[in-house]
């Protein structure tokens, strides 16, 4: 099994579970990512992905990439899971231990957060492999850190510790190992804690076009104005208010 799943009512946890190749992605384990995202768009939760071991991903399985050849470039293996992932319609947080390279640092960009560890060691080195990082990073990676940034990364192969990750953003907490899957949860706490829908609305306001807003912005409130659960949640909010006055 290349990934395991841990369901929740609101939340679920996918491992990658190859950690004696330092969880490479290969074919097996993106059909298994690619299932597990069609339950999650079934039944939308948080998403908590980790790694088995202490790798979150060392990258695509090169003994696989190496004898790939162009029809398999276009069809986009890793490109298309990354982008289902990045479109899941609740958030999702990567826990990164060790190593998160080419590949693994393209699944940890696809999330929403990141958490890591003061052994998270963040780039990608695909050009030193004769090939560029095609399944997100040259166009998502400048989105996050910045072009200067994502230049050195990308160009001159510098992989950046948890520490550099963090003043960067790329990393929103660096926590120790130990602590790091309650570090997922707390935060998938603090977002179950929300109204689902506002959420899940929220995130797909924030990736639209720029040219959809203010449209989509409007529309998506306008659905949530007609939810018992915006006036249930303001009445409860009003209630607490008066309570405090009084």
């Known amino acids: 099994m290349t990934l395991i799943v841990e369901e929740g009512a609101d939340r679920v946890v996918w491992r990658l579970n190859r950690p004696q190749v330092r969880n ?40 696989q990439l190496r004898d790939r050849d162009r029809g398999d470039a276009l069809r986009g293996i890793n490109s298309r899971i990354f982008d289902r992932i990045h479109r ?13 390279l080419g590949g693994g640092a393209e699944l940890a960009y696809a999330c929403d957060f990141r958490i890591g560890t003061p052994r998270t060691r963040i780039g990608n080195p695909e050009t030193d492999l004769g090939i560029l990082a095609a399944a997100g990073a040259a166009w998502r990676l400048a989105e996050l850190v910045g072009e200067p940034l994502a230049k050195e990364i990308l160009l001159a192969g510098r992989v950046l510790t948890a520490e550099e990750a963090r003043a960067a953003h790329l990393l929103n907490d660096v926590v120790e190992p130990e602590d790091l899957l309650a570090a997922g949860h707390r935060l998938a706490d603090r977002i179950a804690a929300r109204a689902p829908l506002a959420t899940r609305l929220t995130k797909a306001v924030f990736h639209a076009p720029r040219a959809a807003h203010p449209f989509v912005d409007d529309l998506a409130q306008a659905v949530l104005f007609e939810t018992e659960e915006k006036h249930a949640r303001m009445t409860a909010f009003l209630d607490r208010r008066k309570e405090r006055r009084s």
């Open 88 to 100: 899941l319609p609740m958030p999702t947080v990567a826990l990164v231990d060790g190593y998160a």
């Open 24 to 63: 490479a992605i290969d074919r097996e384990l993106v059909a298994a990512l690619h299932e597990a995202c069609a339950a999650v768009e079934d039944e939308p939760r948080v998403v908590l992905l980790t790694g088995e071991g202490t790798t979150f991903a060392a990258g695509a399985d090169i003994a």
